[in-house]
């Protein structure tokens, strides 16, 4: 497709649950970011990728938080053990270019968590 | 305090009335200013994108950015009820920059018709 593809749109959680959300990025574009964001608030940086390298995960809330993206295309993210206050939507977004500045971000629709 | 301050609203106006929004920032080495779109349900998407201080205009949206007060606008002209979304407002910047944004909570704005 054209755009960011993020699945699932939709995922409910019990407390506990292990969930993986998939993000597939524009093809080409050697940027990656993940975003959490709450209801009401901004997004908030998790994690940025350049092509498969992981180079700056400083915004992961915690240890329960992990992304790969292992060929430099497709990137997951993994929540372990999902707790409530992990309710949000998660954005995906993609740049073509590699690093710095990379202003226009193309993001995904989301991916909402709900846990229960 | 957070590095991007941004009043959430709601701000309602007329259809047809000029709309201001705004953010303050902490950061000086913040160098590249952006104001991002998103409709309910959906992803944030690019509208303006501003290097350092200036203004930038694109149609009926103009952009500022003062660096002195650390202070950029938003301006739309002529709003249209399809301007309804919440607009985010966006930075990055700085020597060890990856090119993550920082945003603001961001501004719902409704267009009344």
């Known amino acids: 497709g054209a755009g960011v593809s993020q699945s699932p749109r939709y995922k409910v959680a019990k407390r506990g649950q292990d969930v993986a959300l998939r993000c597939d990025p524009i093809?080409?574009?050697?940027?990656l970011f993940w975003y959490q964001q709450a209801l009401g608030q901004g997004p908030e940086f998790l994690t940025y990728f350049q092509n498969e390298a992981q180079l700056d995960k400083s915004g992961l809330p915690s240890d329960r938080f992990f992304a790969e993206r292992p060929e430099g295309s497709v990137s997951t993210l993994k929540i372990q053990r999902t707790q409530q206050e992990d309710s949000a939507v998660y954005l995906c977004?993609?740049?073509?270019?590699?690093?710095?500045?990379?202003?226009?971000?193309?993001f995904g629709e989301g991916s909402r968590l709900t846990v229960l | 305090q957070k590095e991007v301050e941004q009043d959430p609203g709601p701000l309602s106006v007329p259809e047809g009335a000029i709309v201001s929004l705004n953010c303050t920032y902490s950061?000086?080495?913040?160098?590249?200013f952006m104001w991002y779109r998103q409709y309910s349900r959906k992803g944030p998407e690019l509208l303006m994108y501003t290097y350092s201080s200036g203004n930038k205009e694109d149609g009926r949206f103009t952009a500022q950015v003062d660096k002195s007060s650390k202070y950029i606008s938003l301006f739309i002209r002529d709003s249209q009820p399809s301007d309804s979304a919440t607009y985010l407002c966006?930075?990055?910047?700085?020597?060890?920059?990856?090119?993550?944004?920082?945003f603001g909570q961001g501004t719902t704005l409704q267009v009344k018709p």
């Open positions: 966006a930075m990055s910047g700085g020597s060890s920059n990856t090119g993550k944004l920082i």
């Open positions: 093809s080409g574009h050697v940027s």
């Open positions: 950061n000086s080495a913040f160098q590249y």
């Open positions: 977004a993609s740049s073509l270019r590699d690093r710095g500045n990379t202003g226009e971000l193309f």
